[in-house]
């Protein structure tokens, strides 16, 4: 009787350490801090891939990229609904409350598909092409057949500085093909050998070419000497004090590591 009461008494302690040991206490799930960086879609891929090196080395914080162009990010940044906006042309007067940070700048390309053999246009000659002025290449020299122009939307960043810088108060034609981010403006000039558009510098790859403006070629060479005119700054703006995180970041962004890594990106450095 005495061995059952042992046993019975054993069995009982053990199933109530194991009732209130349910396992192994798990550690806290760390949590890291969040900066939300949004507007211009021409600045997001960069601001992606700086943000990856940014985040290798400061594992406490995460930064959250979204697009919705350059007024959108700025009207974000006005309602304090982001830390940081993005944007791809220069502020409007009832803007400039904001603080702006030129991260780097950027010339803006006038593309053709490769096939095309038009290699050089004077810049009236873009901007007649856009104001429906011009609208088949056989008044440019090549073959009857009508050009197929792609512009930006409203709001965009890239749109609003080709009308400040090539358009000069001249009316974007309605008949233009509107697309929403430079990507998108690549890939129909990409598939479309009667294409033309205007797209981020930093794009420009083997699928389309960039044509000579007035006799200068897009590159960084150029747009340093000064000699290309069609370039923007691409802008940090921010809403009063950022906080340690965005501050790290924007810092980081404008270190020479940063800078490097827009420089590889075929973007013009902001202390250059």
Known sequence: MKRFFGAWLLLSVIVLLSCNNSGPTKAPKYKRHTVTVAGSTSIMPFVEKLSEHFMVDHPGFAIDVQGGGSTAGIQACLNDTVNIGMSSRQLKEQERLLNQIIMCYDGISIVVHPRNPIT???????????????????????????????????????????????MHGTEISDRIMVQDSNGSVKEVVATDPYAIGYISLGL????????????????????????????????????????????????????EQGQNILKKEGLIGAYD
């Open 120 to 166: 050089a246009l004077p810049l009236k000659a873009v901007r007649d092409i856009f104001s429906g002025k011009i609208r088949n290449w056989s008044e440019l020299g090549w073959l009857n057949r009508e050009i197929d122009a792609v512009t930006r939307e409203e709001g965009s960043g890239t749109r609003g500085s080709f009308e400040d810088l090539v």
């Open 204 to 255: 420009v790859d083997g699928k389309v070419r960039a044509v000579t403006i007035d006799g200068v070629q897009p590159n960084a060479e150029n747009i340093k000497l000064g000699e290309y005119k069609i370039v923007r700054p691409f802008l940090f703006v921010t809403h009063g004090e950022l906080d340690r995180g965005g501050r790290e970041f924007v810092d980081f962004v404008l270190s």
